[in-house]
């Protein structure tokens, strides 16, 4: 099935994109001025692990309020908010008034009011949707949002710092706003699908978490793709803690053209978006999802060992897009399976509850792979391409029994709450 570029999706899509943009620049502003403002990567480090943290302590909450509320007005107001955070922060880098800890707090808030919104665009993405189009647009989703993340908002976000310091804040502040608008704009009643759109969940706060939480550790197949992303996620962001400290003073790549170098690297997320759709069909989506993870770690490895010079900076940027071809098919493929997989009424909770499981230790490891970054800066992506590697090697089979499982049983029931009890449980994949 085709997806409409207008209509509901359409303003959908639009306010996603522009909201993504906009948290790349910040991501993107954030390291850049604090390697400007200290020597010590890991304080830069520890910039990452703010932007994880908050999904670890509020990614569940954030899905019980995205099945509870209009998701609608969520997204509005979780837009407004960072609009206002973000130009906050701008004031204070326009006074010099930044301090790094400044950019922690500042990466942390928005984090925080990430999560609600990006709970409400995951659970209401399925009501604008028909099911037959799912694939198509969450295809269409990775492609935009490689472009804005990877393509447009590291250049832009570098070229507005050597500008001014506050400059991408504003832009983001901006971008911010937009995105409330067009959430704002959506239909009220947004339901796609033929059957009617599910009541808001009953019960009190606790007992809706542990609904989703229970839906999805009971569902065999979703936790064993939960618990195979969980272990390389964690592998992914050990490799990565102190990326962009190990572009400038390695590859010697200067401070305006990192942008442009990450830009570069994530075309291979861009590709992933146009070849996703042809390879399951041919291959089918549990063979292509298991080779996703197989080609992670070790474009990784190279990236760690490439040497300081325009040739390294060359094969650098290819080892960064292979990378990321395999975590953009991860990530659209694993989405498709948890829209397939979970009711409406419970998507939101079991969406929070799975990015909160999966990043349970990232903020850690970003703050590990910051100190293995003291040492030697090619420690963390070096060790961290080859434990990845290993543990999607381990997990290969069992993702394509899982994902083979979780598309051909069709959304899970009550008869399916206890499958699985006493099987295996798996570690290692991608965020």
């Not at 069909?281 to 996703?292: D, E, M, Q, T």
């Not at 990321?324 to 989405?335: E, F, R, Y």
Request: with cysteine.
């Amino acid at each position: 099935m085709r997806v409409r570029r207008g209509g509901a999706f359409g303003r959908l899509w639009w306010s996603m994109m522009s909201a993504y943009l906009a948290d790349a620049l910040v991501w993107t502003a954030a390291p850049l001025l604090a390697v400007r403002l200290t020597q010590d990567p890991f304080a830069v480090s520890a910039i990452s692990a703010a932007s994880y943290l908050p999904w670890l302590l509020f990614g569940v909450a954030a899905g019980v309020a995205a099945d509870r509320f209009d998701r609608r007005r969520l997204l509005g107001v979780a837009n407004v908010a960072r609009a206002g955070v973000v130009l906050g922060a701008a004031a204070l880098a326009a006074a010099g008034r930044m301090p790094v800890w400044g950019l922690v707090v500042l990466i942390f808030v928005a984090g925080v009011l990430e999560t609600v919104a990006e709970e409400g665009n995951q659970a209401l993405l399925p009501r604008v949707v028909e099911p037959s189009g799912r694939d198509a647009a969450n295809s269409r989703v990775v492609a935009g949002t490689q472009v804005a993340q990877g393509l447009v908002a590291p250049s832009a976000a570098a070229a507005l710092v050597a500008v001014a310091a506050a400059a991408p804040f504003v832009v983001s502040g901006v971008a911010f706003a937009a995105a409330a608008v067009l959430a704002l704009l959506l239909p009220r009643t947004t339901a796609a699908r033929t059957e009617a759109v599910p009541r808001a969940p009953r019960g009190g706060f606790f007992r809706q978490l542990d609904d989703g939480a229970r839906f999805l550790w009971r569902d065999r197949p979703l936790r064993t793709l939960l618990l195979v992303t969980t272990g390389s996620a964690t592998c992914l962001t050990l490799a990565q803690a102190a990326l962009v400290v190990f572009v400038v003073r390695t590859l010697h790549v200067p401070d305006a053209l990192v942008g442009v170098f990450l830009a570069v690297g994530a075309l291979g997320s861009v590709a992933a978006s146009a070849l996703l759709a042809p390879a399951v069909r041919r291959i089918g989506r549990p063979w292509v999802l298991a080779g996703a993870g197989l080609v992670c770690g070790p474009p990784l490895v190279v990236f760690g060992v490439v040497p300081g010079s325009r040739a390294g900076v060359v094969v650098g940027a290819v080892a960064y897009a292979t990378m990321s071809l395999g975590v953009a098919v991860w990530n659209s493929l694993t989405v498709s399976v948890r829209q397939h997989r979970v009711p409406d009424d419970l998507l939101g909770r079991v969406s929070g509850t799975w990015r909160t499981v999966c990043w349970v230790l990232v903020p850690l490891v970003t703050l590990a792979g910051g100190a293995l970054a003291r040492v030697d800066l090619r420690l963390p992506l070096v060790l961290g391409g080859v434990l990845a590697t290993i543990l999607a090697v381990l997990t290969a089979r069992p993702v394509v029994r899982a994902v083979a499982a979780a598309t051909d049983g069709g959304a899970a029931g009550p008869a399916d709450d206890d499958a699985g009890a006493g099987q295996p449980e798996l570690v290692g994949a991608v965020p």
